[in-house]
């Protein structure tokens, strides 16, 4: 909203200059985009979608009337005829769209626009066209209410109908463009055809021209919605349309036209004919809230004086009268000792051009930009009660972010909205939960897994020549059984950077493995990993991860089900995109089932060991499908209480191996907390071990 200087002088006496103003208007939640000197002394303003009301420069001038203490002036009305013969009729067939309509005719002189007019128009950003339209573009500017003046001879008969257009209709709107309408589009048509599409612009049709003599004014209310999804779908976005689709002044219309009136009168361009035509099927109430002075403390956090409350408020267009002075709105029992023990009340009429008041929490909102963001003390207040504790998630979110980082993932941040083919590949029952009103089909569904997001986020990398992509996030998934807390992570590249000794390695199951591992280990669990293909995994190459609390007995703690790790299949990764011939490794946790079977926290320490470990190495030709696992399972179910440390460290296929069989070789460390063990006590362990191994997997000792 770009505010002509100047203009708003003339409304508030303001004894600031530009700059000056821009900086206390900012201070009250009004973003300050630039400030320009030169033609004009202008400010642009950023105005957010909940403030209509200040797309004009009297909204804006009410609130520096607000902010300075100065009167504001309202600018004048003609008095318009409120009796005689009607020149046109108005009639509203869907009021549940057009909720209010005004119309006024005018009789029509040639004039021409006077400077200090067509000024403020250039200032602010629009062109000069004629005195009429710019009249109405002029008010439009004042008042953020936008009109619309039609030639009246040129329409089909004196009569003004809003109405939804028929199917495959057709409308030359004033940019030269011709439209095909349907049902969802609400029109101002005349007895014969549209001449106007509601809210948005004008038909060609019944445009003001130089040849007109006589005008019917339109000003009227529409159903935001309405006028938000025709711009939409037309693709037409104009300053009429953005004003009504955030919500106009119901009680604007009118005075739209008086003010239109007087102006007209001033530049000799037009005089009223008749009275005017207002249609007002259903008028909306008053809307009155109760605003409480314990409830202002307790947001703020400061005392706001009593007699501050209605100085703030009533300069903004609020009615304001205290609680116990109004028979008809009894004290609110909800009573507190506020910051300052007020138990003061008031009920407050909310104006109707400001529609983003709707609750008491708005009402604390609006003395807090003008009084608490400026007098906000400067020192924080004393604190009356310990910092609670963190949440446990909170504390968790943070292991995970800091492990996956450590491990070189980066950390992505998805939709939770996705596409319906994107999402559906990983939902676990084959649906998910559609989204009643999607803003594109791009956004339709809630996410049933976090891997739709990072499995797009991997593509787009890798379309821009990313090689090696490592993400991860944490996150809500959605299902038909509620909500749960997730993780996941997705890698393609290489599995270990490139060096001078030797080249990089592609990444392969067995570094997401590691990635899970060394993140269960910091959350105090012991994973597992179970050979098995969700329908989005490449069989074969996936697995699903179980876990149990740290140092429990696997025979006697069964590992809880939390998640998957494996491949992506090729033709899912082809559908999003992901370029073909390569591979994209994933997995994905639910952390809270891993909170689920995380030990309380018993932290222990144990003192460095006093006598010297025994180093066993064994190598055994097993079945090349036996999992690692089972191998290490049954080494420590036959292993005495001395076996401190099991890790293998070769896996050999190939010459004087027999087909089928892989030679594995492990490393076994036996230590003794209290003594120092002997060469027959570990030959005896060792013995043990390979006869397990020979009888349970039928191993040969190499």
Known sequence: MRLVYPWLRELVAVPDG?????????????????????????IDFEITANRPDCLSTLGLAREASAAYGRPLQLPARATLESSGAVPVEVAIDDPDLCGRYCAQAFEIRAAG?????????????????????????????????????????????????????????????LDGVARTLDRETLVIADAM??????????????????????????????????????????????????????????????????????LLRELGAGEPIGPMVDVYPAPKPAVVLTLRAERIARVLGIAVADDQVPRILEPLGFGVARATDVARYPPSPLRGSGAAGSTEEWQVTVPTFRVDVVREIDLVEEIARHDGYVGLPATFPALKAPQLPPDARTIRDRTVRHVLTACGLSEAMTFAFVEADAA???????????????LSEKYAVLRPSLLPGLVDGAAYNRRRERKDVRLFETGTRFSALGEARGVAGVWCGAGAASHWS????????FDVKGAIEALCDALGVTPTFEPAAPSWYVEGRAAHVLVRPSGSDEASEPGTPVGSAGQIRPALLDARGFPPSEELYAFELDLDAVAARQPGRDLRAESLP??????????ILVDSILPAADVRGTIRSAAPATLAQLIEFDRYRGKGVPEGRVSLSLRLTFRSPDRTLTDSEVDEAMARIVSALESKHGAERR
């Open 502 to 509: 030797g080249g990089a390695r592609p990444v392969d199951f």
């Open 610 to 619: 006093r006598y010297p470990s025994v180093v066993r190495d064994v190598s």
């Open 18 to 42: 530009i700059d000056a103003l821009a900086a206390t208007l900012g201070l009250r939640g009004f973003e300050v985009a630039s400030v320009e000197r030169s033609p004009h002394e202008v």
């Open 113 to 173: 626009t006077p400077a200090w007019l067509r000024q403020r128009l250039e200032a602010a950003g629009v062109r000069s066209i004629s005195a009429v339209v710019d009249v109405t573009n002029y008010v439009m500017l004042e008042m953020g209410q936008p009109t619309h003046a039609f030639d009246l001879d040129r329409l089909g008969g004196p009569m003004l109908r809003a109405r939804r257009a028929r199917d495959g209709e057709a409308i030359r709107t």
């Open 193 to 262: 055809r549209p001449q106007a599409i509601a809210g948005v612009m004008g038909g060609g049709d019944s445009e003001i021209g130089s040849t007109t003599r006589r005008m019917v004014l339109e000003s009227a209310y529409f159903t935001p919605a309405s006028v938000r999804r025709t711009s939409r779908r037309l693709g037409l976005k104009t300053e009429a349309s953005t004003r009504f689709e955030r919500g106009a002044d119901v009680e604007a219309a009118p005075a739209a036209i008086a003010r239109i009136a007087a």
């Open 424 to 438: 559906a590949p990983f939902a676990m029952d084959g649906s998910s939960i559609p989204i009643a009103n999607p």
